[in-house]
């Protein structure tokens, strides 16, 4: 079990450049989290989806953020245009049948936005 | 809205010392709570869960005991290891909004010295 999978796992880049982040959920969970996670505010949901529709993303911040899950081992974060206040470690997680509110994270990715 | 509070970090220990993280909540009725732990470079990952008054959750030498009368959840183990240096974190879920509706607090860094 390969668990939960990011990429990148670190992004630099300027301020007004689109960046997107990735997520490979476990195989078999229906459920797909992307949080974020700062010194400030700690760890915040911001969407959750279920067999890839999106249920809840009333805690994405603007919309300059988006998020697609186009099949069931594969989503995308994105920021466009990004802002130095978006820096911060985005981590996706999934759950599956059985014990639903054990998720398991991925490793996050470091996004500096300069 | 519901809310977890933690101890402010880092809790610096030498090994074999007896540990405490305190956490408490603000929340409607019977929430179920969690203590999940995040090693240095990885995500997040469920330590212990308890669901109703007075259950003791366990894991790994770790136990928590959920206490309805002073809304708390301290996280214990009697002998910490350099192994355990990690961030600890707290959270609550209501029953009906389910695990999608996690709450976490901002999480205690424990380090542990040989």
């Known amino acids: 079990d390969a668990g939960v999978i990011q990429s990148p796992r670190h992004e630099v880049t300027e301020m007004g450049q689109e960046v997107t982040l990735r997520c490979k959920p476990i195989?078999?969970?229906?459920?797909l989290f992307w949080y974020r996670q700062t010194m400030m505010r700690g760890l915040e949901l911001l969407i959750y989806?279920?067999?890839?529709?999106?249920?809840?993303d009333s805690g994405m911040p603007e919309d300059r953020f988006s998020a697609k899950m186009p099949n069931a081992s594969f989503s995308t974060l994105k920021i466009q245009p990004s802002e130095p206040r978006d820096s911060a470690v985005y981590f996706c997680?999934?759950?599956?049948?059985?014990?639903?509110?054990?998720?398991?994270f991925g490793s996050g990715t470091q996004l500096s936005v300069l | 809205g519901d809310s977890v509070t933690q101890m402010e970090g880092p809790v610096t220990l030498s090994e074999e010392a007896f540990l405490t993280i305190n956490c408490t909540y603000t929340?409607?009725?019977?929430?179920?709570l969690f203590w999940y732990v995040q090693y240095p470079g990885e995500g997040l990952q469920l330590l212990l869960k308890?669901?109703?008054?007075?259950d003791k959750g366990s894991n790994k030498g770790f136990e928590a005991t959920y206490r309805k009368e002073t809304t708390s959840f301290h996280l214990e183990k009697g002998s910490v290891q350099v192994s355990d240096s990690a961030v600890y974190f707290c959270?609550?879920?209501?029953?009906?909004?389910?695990?999608?509706?996690?709450?976490f607090g901002t999480g205690t860094r424990l380090l542990v010295s040989p």
């Open positions: 997680a999934s759950s599956g049948p059985g014990l639903r509110e054990k998720l398991f």
């Open positions: 195989s078999g969970h229906d459920y």
């Open positions: 989806f279920n067999n890839n529709v999106p249920i809840d």
């Open positions: 929340a409607t009725g019977y929430p179920s």
């Open positions: 308890a669901t109703k008054a007075d």
């Open positions: 959270a609550l879920t209501q029953p009906g909004t389910g695990f999608q509706k996690l709450v």
